[in-house]
């Protein structure tokens, strides 16, 4: 089996998302389809078409979240090697052909975004799989479309 990583946090917000939608936004599409069918003809009822779309969506995300949920497997930040790059770090690192500093955390690919000033992304993104395994001091080189984008670690914690 496959397993997608997480943090603790991230799939505590990924099960309240699907709770959200399984309490709330299940009911509240049912309760709009019962309503839009007292229109009459449901051939011409944009309220009816309109509702059972978005159930159809709701349905999608529902399913999806709990294959996700099923499959995830949660990083603890003990689990991990301290003095290398690896899954819920967070990097400093120099870009040596920007000539400046960047933060990243590498997390799970439903945690990724930015928070404060620090980027988070994917374990499986380039930077991610170039960063992982790697120490303070090394230098990485991370093949972008437009060119190869050279870092050096500056510090890693957790």
Do not use: W
Not at 79 to 87: A, G, I, L, S, Y
Not at 117 to 132: E, Q, W, Y
């Amino acid at each position: 089996m496959t397993y997608e990583y997480i943090s603790k946090q991230g799939l505590e917000k990924l099960k309240s998302k699907l709770q959200h939608l399984i309490q709330e936004e299940r009911p509240d599409v049912i309760e709009q389809i019962a309503i839009a069918r007292q229109f009459g003809d449901l051939s011409e009822n944009a309220e009816y078409h309109a509702a059972k779309e978005r159930q159809r969506f709701i349905e999608a995300e529902i399913s999806k979240i709990q294959h996700k949920v099923s499959i995830l497997k949660i990083i603890y930040p003990d689990m991990v090697n301290k003095n290398e790059v690896r899954f819920g770090a967070i990097v400093e690192l120099f870009d040596l052909n920007k000539n400046k500093y960047v933060i990243y955390k590498v997390v799970g690919e439903d945690e990724t975004g930015k928070e404060n000033n620090i980027r988070k992304i994917s374990c499986n993104s380039p930077i991610a799989k170039a960063l992982l395994g790697k120490k303070v001091g090394e230098e990485v080189k991370v093949k972008a479309p437009a060119s190869i984008i050279k870092y050096k670690i500056i510090s890693i914690k957790y």
